[in-house]
């Protein structure tokens, strides 16, 4: 059990405050509600805003598996389709989902759509987080212990739990980590520096595991990028570091994804496939005041999926509501780490989000066997009830609450 006062230090934090917003795909079909007849030579979010031209993403047939021949079993899947109908190879995806990138006209895509052993093709995308806003020093830590008492009880402080920040990258040299971030890899220049030149993913792991402003303390941090600097990624790179994580993970371990768009089978069919591997992902339900169920990944029902509060308790303006969340967690003007050093304070459910990521790893910390279903089971029941204004049609009423997760 450890206790942090808050004092002088989060009072005379600076400002300057991103607010997490995505646009992204839309109009997508479930994954999974289609015939195999249907798909065939058809592109799912093919007229959909947001989408790229000439890039796709090729969903396979059949289960996934974190090992190297399974990865070069999809290579040869890939080049073999794509030799016979066309396109370029782009990524290969094996352990969250079976299948590949490319870069493809949209007929040579109707064409893979329609071969052998392709479970459905989809348009690639993009999302991003934008908008910014002055904001009072954080309060967030404070209030997930169960009181607003100006201190942080919490039971342990994560050791032996790795969180991995599919995000922007990471500042890993940020003194308040304390060494304990470290690279995995970046989706956006393709190498082994995952490094932060946006500041939202380092935001968002400060959240998770810094000393200060952290929840879970003593946590491993691993930086997966998948967003660019100016906060704006592809779907086919979100799903790249999320495969990453399928195939990396290694002993007790949390996702956090405060990103997200429109609805996209291909993201939600990677995340399902990475909690299946045995890895918790928190999600953000999105800041469009909106149903939650429309957005991707927050309408994976296995995600734990986090709404936004304000310091009053009530649900934030920006935030989307609906039965597809679980929780709410603090995630109106949140002070945490800052890229380049210091503390900066931001906005969205972006923000919400690290908060149960932490949580997660406070319970993994204690319960290192714990399946992501048991886990999300754990933040659920303890959350305290009843207690959130205005959640918003279907909402659960629940708010994140950490004592007694140890």
């Known amino acids: 059990m450890g206790t942090r006062t808050r004092g002088r230090r989060f009072t005379a934090l600076g400002i300057g405050v991103l607010t997490a917003a995505v646009t992204g795909l839309g109009g997508a079909a479930t994954a999974g509600a289609s015939t195999p007849d249907a798909e065939q030579n058809t592109i799912r979010n093919a007229s959909a805003p947001g989408t790229l031209p000439d890039r796709y993403i090729v969903t396979l047939d059949g289960g996934t598996s974190a090992s190297l021949a399974a990865r070069s079993?999809?290579?040869?899947?890939?080049?073999?389709?794509?030799?016979?109908?066309?396109?370029?190879?782009?990524?290969?995806?094996?352990?969250?989902?079976?299948?590949?990138?490319?870069?493809?006209?949209?007929?040579?895509?109707?064409?893979?759509?329609?071969?052998?052993?392709?479970?459905?093709?989809?348009?690639?995308?993009?999302?991003?987080?934008?908008?910014?806003?002055?904001?009072?020093?954080?309060?967030?830590?404070?209030?997930?212990?169960?009181?607003?008492?100006?201190?942080?009880?919490?039971?342990?402080?994560?050791?032996?739990?790795?969180?991995?920040?599919?995000?922007?990258?990471?500042?890993?040299?940020?003194?308040?980590?304390?060494?304990?971030?470290?690279?995995?890899?970046?989706?956006?220049?393709?190498?082994?520096?995952?490094?932060?030149?946006?500041?939202?993913?380092?935001?968002?792991?400060?959240?998770?595991?810094?000393?200060?402003?952290?929840?879970?303390?003593?946590?491993?941090?691993?930086?997966?990028?998948?967003?660019?600097?100016?906060?704006?990624?592809?779907?086919?790179?979100?799903?790249?570091?999320?495969?990453?994580?399928?195939?990396?993970?290694?002993?007790?371990?949390?996702?956090?994804?405060?990103?997200?768009?429109?609805?996209?089978?291909?993201?939600?069919?990677?995340?399902?496939?990475?909690?299946?591997?045995?890895?918790?992902?928190?999600?953000?339900?999105?800041?469009?005041?909106?149903?939650a169920c429309n957005t991707s990944p927050a309408r994976v029902p296995a995600a734990i999926t986090l709404g936004s509060t304000d310091r009053g308790d009530g649900r934030s303006y920006f935030s989307n509501y609906g039965r597809c969340l679980d929780l709410f967690a603090p995630g109106g003007s949140i002070t945490s780490t800052r890229n380049g050093g210091g503390s900066t304070t931001m906005s969205g459910t972006s923000m919400a989000t690290p908060h149960a990521a932490g949580a997660a790893a406070l319970y993994l910390s204690a319960h290192r066997g714990a399946s992501p279903g048991q886990v999300r089971d754990a933040l659920v029941n303890n959350a305290q009830s009843g207690v959130v204004g205005n959640p918003g049609s279907g909402s659960p009423n629940r708010l994140l609450n950490v004592s007694n997760l140890g």
């Open 73 to 291: 079993q999809v290579r040869t899947t890939a080049e073999r389709l794509t030799d016979s109908y066309g396109g370029t190879v782009r990524q290969v995806y094996s352990a969250a989902l079976r299948g590949f990138s490319v870069r493809a006209t949209e007929a040579q895509a109707k064409k893979l759509a329609a071969a052998p052993g392709v479970k459905y093709v989809e348009a690639d995308g993009t999302m991003r987080v934008s908008g910014t806003q002055p904001n009072p020093p954080s309060w967030g830590i404070d209030r997930v212990d169960g009181s607003l008492n100006r201190s942080y009880s919490y039971p342990n402080e994560g050791s032996g739990v790795t969180a991995y920040i599919v995000d922007t990258g990471v500042d890993m040299t940020h003194p308040d980590f304390s060494g304990r971030a470290r690279s995995g890899y970046d989706f956006i220049d393709n190498d082994n520096n995952a490094s932060d030149c946006q500041g939202h993913g380092t935001h968002v792991a400060g959240t998770v595991g810094s000393r200060s402003y952290g929840v879970a303390k003593n946590v491993d941090l691993v930086a997966v990028r998948v967003l660019n600097c100016q906060g704006s990624g592809q779907w086919s790179q979100v799903i790249g570091g999320i495969d990453w994580v399928a195939r990396n993970a290694d002993g007790p371990s949390v996702a956090n994804m405060s990103l997200g768009g429109g609805a996209s089978s291909s993201v939600d069919h990677a995340v399902q496939g990475a909690i299946d591997s045995g890895v918790t992902f928190a999600v953000a339900a999105g800041n469009d005041s909106r149903n």
